[in-house]
């Protein structure tokens, strides 16, 4: 019968005897095997090889028991790719409670598709950090920033790569130049070396105002307050005016009525203007405090804008927002749709940005959407449908215009459709 070896201060004792052993010379059963012997090698060996094989064992009993979520996937299993990256596109947006955020929220809501696309949405600190951030945060593919940021990246000099690398996918929505002046401040001119807030520093704001008034070449004192201590000042006349840029009507301006003496002030279109911003009016519509029934205040209007760091075609990141383009301008007409945010209904993918170049995939896509309604075969219903609508709505003179004009009419052309098959 085998007897236990058990170790005591360098020798051992047998089962049988409880007595230590001196150093024995001999082998066999009972006997001490010395340290560094070569039985005493073989035992370590054998023993170790048994332990070997146990952890072995209870490693293959424990896999065994593993959920499929931990374990490798299939060969035949699609859910993700080999670097999740490849489909991950991140944009950087803007406040929680602000609209951009909204806007990457219902993207992502929409096309998030396992394997396909993910959209990683992240909040901003305004125009020019989210220009930063595509320019340099690894994973931040596009983000959404005020159109005039490009001009005012070449006016101060700053990030000069972003001036030749930064594109437009499309443009979103207008937010309105908005000109609070004291009643008697009557024209731009009257501003002339008077105190006018810029919002707080760095603001998109205090980047449209610096614009605007450098274009117009009239000379303001800036003053950089929030805006809702603005109005408190511009109230007591401590300053002559105060600058918003909001999408109208704007919640700051509701509580205003006439004896606070304060005026919208127009901003006529002009030449220099046109070149960054949009036309629009304030009516009595939007603020019915300030504005006469039967008045309108001309103004400017600065575009929201996602953007994209201009990678060359074919590169890995220029193919995956390739795709991310391909899936928002396919499923656009479901974003204009509840439960969305109703500013989608204001997007126009056709619309050009001035100053700004278009994303190639983006505007391979829209060139796509027109041919599609001009070609032959299949689509000659839809092709002759088209050429009505164009009749109808422009006296048949946009209908041998030239693509832009083309380009522009194509959602409306959705719409009009539509109601004609009601």
């Known amino acids: 019968m085998a007897r236990e070896v058990r170790r005591v201060r360098g020798c051992y004792l047998t089962a049988k005897a409880r007595t230590p052993h001196p150093s024995p010379l001999a082998t066999g059963e009972g006997t001490c095997l010395r340290i560094g012997s070569k039985a005493c090698d073989r035992h370590a060996l054998s023993k170790a090889r048994r332990w070997l094989r146990a952890v072995a064992a209870t490693c293959l009993a424990l896999a065994a028991c593993l959920p499929a979520a931990y374990a490798q996937p299939s060969p035949t299993t699609t859910a993700q790719p080999v670097d999740i990256n490849d489909n991950t596109v991140g944009i950087v947006t803007g406040t929680v409670s602000g609209t951009y955020i909204q806007f990457a929220s219902d993207l992502s809501s929409l096309l998030d598709s396992p394997g396909k696309l993910r959209i990683l949405a992240v909040l901003g600190k305004g125009s020019m950090q989210n220009v930063e951030d595509i320019m340099k945060v690894r994973g931040i593919d596009l983000g959404i920033v005020q159109s005039d940021v490009l001009a005012y990246i070449k006016k101060r000099g700053l990030l000069p790569d972003a001036v030749n690398r930064l594109q437009y996918i499309t443009k979103l929505y207008n937010e309105e130049f908005h000109l609070l002046a004291r009643a008697d401040i009557r ?32 000379k303001v004192e800036p003053v950089y307050d929030d805006p809702a201590i603005a109005l408190e000042k511009l109230k007591q006349g401590e300053i002559a005016a105060c600058i918003g840029v909001y999408g109208k009507p704007a919640k700051l301006y509701d509580g205003l009525k006439p004896e606070d003496k304060v005026r919208f002030l127009a901003v006529p279109p002009s030449l220099e203007l046109s070149e960054i911003y949009f036309p629009s009016t304030l009516t009595a519509r939007d603020y019915p405090n300030l504005i006469a029934a039967d008045a309108r205040v001309e103004t400017i209007a600065v575009g929201a804008v996602m953007v994209v760091y201009g990678w060359e075609p074919g590169h890995w990141r220029y193919n995956k927002v390739a795709r991310f383009v391909d899936l928002f301008f396919t499923n656009f007409e479901q974003l204009q749709k509840p439960p969305r945010h109703p500013k989608w209904q204001e997007v126009n993918l056709v619309a050009k940005v001035p100053a700004w170049t278009r994303f190639p995939a983006a505007e391979d896509w829209l060139r796509r959407a027109v041919a599609t309604t001009a070609s032959p075969g299949k689509s000659d219903g839809d092709r002759a449908a088209f050429e009505r609508f164009l009749t109808e709505t422009s006296g048949g003179k946009a209908a041998g215009g030239d693509e832009e004009a083309r380009l522009k009419l194509l959602q409306a052309y959705d719409a009009w459709k539509k109601s004609q098959a009601k």
Do not use: P
């Open 187 to 218: 024209k731009l001119e009257d501003l002339r070396g008077q105190k006018v807030n810029f919002g707080t520093q760095g603001s998109g704001i205090a980047i449209t105002a610096s614009i605007v008034f450098d274009l117009l070449k009239i």
